[in-house]
């Protein structure tokens, strides 16, 4: 007889290692970078005193090449740091990075995008879904460490049917070409 937590934490090495082969370079809106960051909404207001920029109606965020569109866009601001997070939110807010020397065009999507600085993390909630060279990744939440380029799903906890799903395409090196 087989051992339920055991298969479990079977499947979850194996999801781990191939989680490990998507390399989602999410380089933009990059808020060190000295490249600008463009905002074009229907609705803007600005409150010095709180920080912050919301944005609201047919949002387009972009950086370089990088695109973000949103229903509802928030950017925080503080003395120390500057522009320190980003929130979007829609149905979905969208994503994309086209393909760059540093790697493959990248496509997300979520209900609500929020970036850090500060702990350097994208958060995909809600019908969060990524898609890279053919590979998708969709789950209830997805977090991605732009530092340790670590990826990291999970299922709505209060939905039994909601599960991590993940397709991976076969026959590519998914080593890192980048090494010489």
Known sequence: ??????????????????LSSLVLPLYAFNLESDKP?????????????EGTATYTGSVRVTQGEA??????VVLYRDDAQGLNRMEATGSPATY???????????YAEGQTII??????RITFEREAFIRQQGDTFRGNR???DVAERVVTASSAEDDADDR???????GRDS????SD
């Open 37 to 49: 960051i463009r905002v074009e909404s229907n609705n803007a207001r600005l409150d010095d005193q």
């Open 175 to 178: 080593s890192n070409d980048n």
């Open 164 to 170: 991590v799903e993940m397709t991976i395409q076969p």
């Open 96 to 106: 994309e990075q086209p393909e760059t020397e540093q790697g493959p065009a990248v």
């Open 115 to 120: 970036y850090r600085a500060d702990d350097e």
């Open 142 to 144: 997805i977090v991605y």
């Open 67 to 72: 695109l973000l569109t949103a229903d509802r």
């Open 1 to 18: 007889m087989t051992n339920p937590a055991r298969t479990r934490k079977a499947w979850r090495f194996l999801a781990g290692l191939l």
